[in-house]
């Protein structure tokens, strides 16, 4: 695999369940962010992680809970979530947390939330 | 915080036509990335360019950061290009990638 991975690419789930999404870079990089694009709205940032530790985290409610065990792997932990959680959710990495690199992006999950 | 503008929301071209893309922000940025969205959502690297011009094929892109604009010029487009085009910047204070509303082009054979 190349890249940057996610997984899996839909998921369907009910407001009472808990599920994970899975993202791998393959890339060296040291830093990885969770993103969210809802219809009709640009990107939006969610967590940054850089050299494993949390650096961002834009106001995201706390039925998401990101983990970072590693430089390579991204979680995104969900649970309890609402209707209007239903989004496109994508994964990046880039070389650090600096501005002075690209990101690149997965293929993203569709999330469904009934 | 840094704000930015796409232009043309949307654009609509026949096959073997040329179009230009517009990117407008309000701050000094020191990281700007084109990224082309297929009907899938996958966000495909196109340029990082925070300055000055490259290319790579049909398509090619200029940021002009004094006047706090980038172009992105597409030529001779494929129905392959079609999709959604986003401008992402981050300003010198931010470590965060701002992305715009995208231009969404449709390309008819």
């Known amino acids: 695999e190349t890249g940057v991975t996610q997984t899996p690419r839909h998921l369907v789930m009910g407001m009472t369940n808990k599920k994970s999404l899975k993202c791998e870079q393959h890339?060296?990089?040291?830093?990885m962010y969770w993103y969210k694009q809802s219809a009709k709205k640009p990107l939006e940032l969610m967590f940054v992680y850089n050299f494993k530790e949390q650096t961002e985290n834009n106001s995201v409610p706390s039925r998401f809970s990101p983990e970072c065990p590693n430089s390579s792997h991204l979680f995104l932990h969900l649970h309890t979530l609402q209707p209007e959680d239903s989004a496109l959710y994508l994964c990046a990495s880039s070389q650090d947390g600096t501005n002075l690199y690209e990101q690149y992006f997965g293929p993203g999950t569709r999330l469904t939330v009934t | 915080g840094i704000q930015v503008e796409q232009s043309p929301p949307d654009l609509i071209l026949q096959e073997g036509a040329n179009s230009t893309l517009r990117c407008n922000f309000s701050?000094?940025?020191?990281?700007l990335q084109w990224f082309h969205q297929n009907p899938w959502g996958q966000l495909i690297n196109l340029f990082y360019i925070p300055s000055g011009t490259k290319q790579n094929g049909r398509l090619s892109a200029t940021t002009v950061a004094t006047e706090r604009y980038s172009l992105l010029y597409i030529s001779s487009s494929q129905t392959t290009d079609s999709g959604v085009y986003f401008c992402a910047v981050e300003s010198y204070n931010t470590d965060k990638l701002i992305f715009g509303t995208g231009t969404r082009l449709q390309v008819f054979p």
């Open positions: 890339l060296g990089h040291n830093a």
């Open positions: 701050d000094s940025v020191n990281n």
